[in-house]
């Protein structure tokens, strides 16, 4: 009888420690993404809203991710081949490429998301997929104040790749490059990396007397390779999702050192906004002050002889301008805007990028070595 309840017990501390290690696998099995179980039980307590949690790799086995991000991706992204019109010795037009890039196609609808550098001049755009097809591409519209363009293909079934939350990338992320780097025939390119930074504020190369091109906000740096070709093509994360789009790389470090692994991607949660402005407005929308600046350092300041070493100086400013309005001069130094001390060469474009066309401004200036208070109306950037 002892034995036969020694059993029993047994039996019974067997089965309750089986069903404690069991109950942890079936709550993550229910609640996994993609998961056909459902809660059939009546009257059950509705579950907090649980806060947002990154998107789930495609497999745990690293050795295979980047692949199985890549077979995702890839069919939707395209080479984008800009064709420009010449004239031969004859005077007969005729069209050339002037340069290919990426794109991805991000919509049913045939929307290609790429870069502005990418589109830029075009007569003529063909669409190439790396199935084969190609196809005469419409521009819907381009902004190049954020470097980003969307495209426009005609066709049925096409491969689409998913947009996901680029707010969810954290330093250290793997991230996946796609794009035709170097223009290379066989399809895109594929590379590796992580994310190296975020909120990163870089300037374009170009601009009025080489004084640069706009400032991109919040962008992400990457050590996955980006080449020639890759621009407008997609970073993508292990869930293979889209969260930027590649633009820049580092060059020249300034000390004549060629930057390496440092590469730049627009992140799609600041791309997305703009790419819906320009598929039903054809442009985007910007607020716009007027002048042109220079970042003061001790260096500068000393250079144009004046004792402000912090700020922005005003070096010129629009007629007919919101700061023309708002009497801004040549040579007023911008201290502070809306109570925000200017400490870096992004620092005014960053304020004035999140205020809307309309909005008041108050800048703090020292003019003639006064500290002087003006107000400012925002306009709307002009078209380029």
């Given amino acids: 009888m002892r034995r036969q309840n020694l059993f029993r017990y047994c039996a019974l501390v067997l089965a309750f420690t089986l069903m404690l290690l069991s109950v942890p696998a079936c709550q993550e099995e229910a609640g996994a993404p993609g998961s056909s179980a459902q809660n059939t039980s009546t009257g059950a307590r509705p579950q907090p809203t649980a806060p947002p949690r990154p998107a789930t790799p495609l497999t745990s086995d690293f050795s295979a991710a980047v692949r199985l991000v890549a077979q995702r991706v890839k069919p939707a992204v395209v080479q984008i081949t800009n064709e420009q019109v010449q004239v031969d010795l004859f005077n007969r037009a005729f069209r050339v490429p002037a340069g290919v890039g990426s794109g991805v196609i991000y919509d049913s609808r045939g929307y290609v998301l790429t870069n502005n550098h990418v589109v830029e001049g075009a007569q003529r755009l063909l669409v190439s997929l790396p199935d084969g097809q190609s196809f005469e591409g419409k521009l819907l519209g381009r902004d190049p104040q954020t470097d980003l363009a969307v495209v426009r293909i005609d066709s049925a079934n096409l491969p689409v790749a998913e947009l996901g939350d680029s707010d969810q990338l954290q330093v250290g992320d793997w991230v996946v490059a796609i794009g035709n780097a170097l223009g ?24 009025i007397s080489g004084t640069g091109g706009p400032f991109l906000f919040d962008v992400i740096q990457t050590d996955a390779a980006i080449n020639p070709g890759n621009s407008g093509g997609p970073l993508v994360n292990l869930a293979g999702q889209v969260v930027g789009i590649n633009t820049l790389v580092a060059g020249d470090s300034g000390s004549g050192v060629q930057a390496e692994g440092i590469g730049f991607a627009i992140a799609v949660n600041t791309a997305k906004p ?9 442009k985007a929308v910007h607020p716009y002050l007027g002048i042109q600046y220079q970042f003061l350092t001790p260096a500068v300041a000393s250079r144009l002889g004046v004792r402000q070493a912090q700020g922005v100086w005003v070096g010129a400013v629009t007629p007919n301008s919101p700061a023309a309005s708002a009497g801004l001069r040549r040579n007023d130094i911008i201290t502070e805007m809306d109570g925000t001390a200017l400490k870096d060469d992004s620092q005014l474009s960053r304020i004035i990028d999140g205020r809307k066309p309309g909005d008041t401004i108050t800048l703090t200036l020292v003019r003639d070595g006064q500290p002087v208070k003006v107000q400012a109306k925002l306009g709307q950037l002009p078209a380029s």
């Fill in 274 to 282: 703009i790419a819906d402005q320009l598929v039903s407005t054809g």
């Fill in 184 to 207: 290379l025939t066989g399809g895109p390119t594929v590379t590796a990396g992580v994310v190296g930074a975020l909120g990163r504020t870089i300037q374009e190369p170009g601009g």
